[in-house]
Nanobody, 123 residues
Framework: QVQLVESGGGSVQAGGSLNLSCVASGYAVSTGYMAWFRQVPNKEREWVAHVETRGVPDYADFVKGRFIISKDGETNTLTLEMNSLTVEDSGMYYC?????????????????WGQGTQVTVTS
């Protein structure tokens, strides 16, 4: 059974930074396909970034140059380093794993999901 547990969310002022973590059990992060999504109330969950099996990342345009996604095989953890945060980055951030074969930039693209960690950026 795959479990994904996110942590690291919180409240930060605009311009600040946060590091999110997603610890996986039952799934090998080092060889897996993983992603971060985010969601705000009354909106669909949107893709933020993903990292493929070989470690090559891809980012949504609105986070390019500010966020870094990475995998740590030793701790079996996916991380998201978030810098230069804006109010628009606020939301619930979800970790996802195991590509289904569908679009990697949509929720249909992943089999497994964590419960999320809340990020609030204040002005």
């Amino acid at each position: 059974q795959v479990q994904l547990v996110e942590s690291g969310g919180g409240s930060v002022q605009a311009g600040g930074s946060l590091n999110l973590s997603c610890v996986a059990s039952g799934y090998a992060v080092s060889t897996g396909y993983m992603a971060w999504f985010r969601q705000v109330p009354n909106k669909e969950r949107e893709w933020v970034a993903h990292v493929e099996t070989r470690g090559v990342p891809d980012y949504a345009d609105f986070v390019k140059g500010r966020f870094i996604i990475s995998k740590d095989g030793e701790t079996n953890t996916l991380t998201l380093e978030m810098n230069s945060l804006t109010v628009e980055d606020s939301g619930m951030y979800y970790c996802a794993a195991a590509w289904t074969g569908s679009s990697r930039r949509t929720t249909r693209g992943y089999h497994h999901w964590g419960q999320g960690t809340q990020v609030t950026v204040t002005s």
